[in-house]
Every structure is written in C-alpha cells, then in structure tokens.
T-cell receptor, first 112, second 116 residues
C-alpha cells in the first residue's frame, strides 16, 4: 500500500461544475496536508494547506480533512478550463519534519 | 511571497560531462531544501533532503556520488549531476522550506536536463 494514494484519473468535469479530488494516507501520525497543482511541463505550485479536521476555504478551493478516516480532499467550485492540471496531495508527518510524501497525482480536465 | 529560483532552466550536455543546477530561495531563509526528479508523465520522485551546513540525506536508490548536493547557505543549494548519461535526462525540481513539520515546500520552476 502506498503511503499517499490518489485516483490517477483522468477526472473530467464540465466548466462550472464542482471537481472533487480525494487523497488517502496511511500514517496516522500525519500532521500537515497540502494540495499542489502542476501544469504539464511545469513545477508544482501550492494551492492550499490544512492542519486541522474540517473544512478550509480559499476562494473557489475548499480543502477537507478527516484524520479519523485518514483522508483529505480538495473541492474546486465553478471549475474553469484553466484548472485543468495534475493535482498532487502531499502529507507531512511529525517524524519527517518538513519532508512531504506525495501522491502520484490526479489529472483533472475541465471541458468548456 | 516565497519565491524559489532555479538556474539554468534548461541544459543540454554531452554524455560524460557534469552539470550543476542552482536553487535559490529569494525572499526567505530555507532551512531545508529538497531535490526531486520527474520523468515525463510520472510522479515526483524525491532524491534527497538538504539541510544548511550538513550533509544531504539521500533517498534509497539515489547514488550520492553521482548526484552531489551542497547546501552552503540558507538561500542556496546546488545539485551536480556528475558524469551524466542519457538516462539522467529528466526534469529536476528543487523546493525550499523554512523548516519544521508543518512548513510548506515552495517549488522552483525546474531544470530540464537533456544528456546527448
């Protein structure tokens, strides 16, 4: 079992819809959770981080964390074609002190 | 913001030569820097973790004598690919963190290496 698992996709949604990206992790000691977006041929860029259970909203993006179930998700509201990219989930554990374990990413396509 | 730069952005070299890639944190002090490699349509692969003033910690399977990492200051880390071969052709990405368990990694734009 991978430490951080994501559906590889591709996930396809129509423009204006909500895109839901999911991530599960195996280490119960995980403390910090990050979502990155990576456009083809580019390096990852941070979208959001979340540390506590519940929802965290930033514009069209909402991160949801459930430590009991060991999953973290990212919702993208009003999806735009420019949101088409690969989304990487990353998890930090106490022991790794800043080192992230990345999922393989979910490829999202938003169709106009 | 937190800006990380990499130089060069793209390099082509002959097989057997060495290539140095620089990673700089421009507006913050990076206690820790990370080096990744990414092949086309594959996921990020962590190569090593670099802490300022100490030796890098390499991931399993990464040859430390081939991929030399130096983190001489809180704003600069370098990766040298020694005796490069065509199979080393890849997208090399660094990231920088202020450190600590919760700290975000800020990624550089990446360096695309092609070894002929």
């Amino acid at each position: 079992q991978k430490e951080v698992e994501q559906n590889s996709g591709p996930l396809s949604v129509p423009e204006g819809a909500i895109a839901s990206l999911n991530c599960t992790y195996s280490d119960r000691g995980s403390q910090s959770f990050f979502w990155y977006r990576q456009y083809s041929g580019k390096s990852p860029e941070l979208i959001m981080f979340i540390y506590s259970n519940g929802d965290k909203e930033d514009g069209r993006f909402t991160a949801q964390l459930n430590k009991a179930s060991q999953y973290v998700s990212l919702l993208i509201r009003d999806s735009q074609p420019s949101d088409s990219a690969t989304y990487l989930c990353a998890v930090n554990t106490e022991a790794n002190a800043g080192k992230s374990t990345f999922g393989d990413g979910t490829t999202l396509t938003v169709k106009p | 913001g937190a800006v990380v730069s990499q130089h060069p952005s793209r390099v082509i070299c002959k097989s057997g030569t060495s290539v140095k890639i620089e990673c700089r944190s421009l507006d913050f002090q990076a206690t820790t820097m990370f080096w990744y490699r990414q092949f086309p349509k594959q996921s990020l692969m962590l190569m090593a973790t670099s802490n300022e003033g100490s030796k890098a910690t390499y991931e399993q399977g990464v040859e430390k004598d081939k991929f030399l990492i130096n983190h001489a200051s809180l704003t600069l880390s370098t990766l040298t690919v020694t005796s490069a071969h065509p199979e080393d052709s890849s997208f090399y990405i660094c990231s920088a963190s202020r450190g600590g368990r919760g700290e975000t990694q800020y990624f550089g734009p990446g360096t695309r290496l092609l070894v002929l």
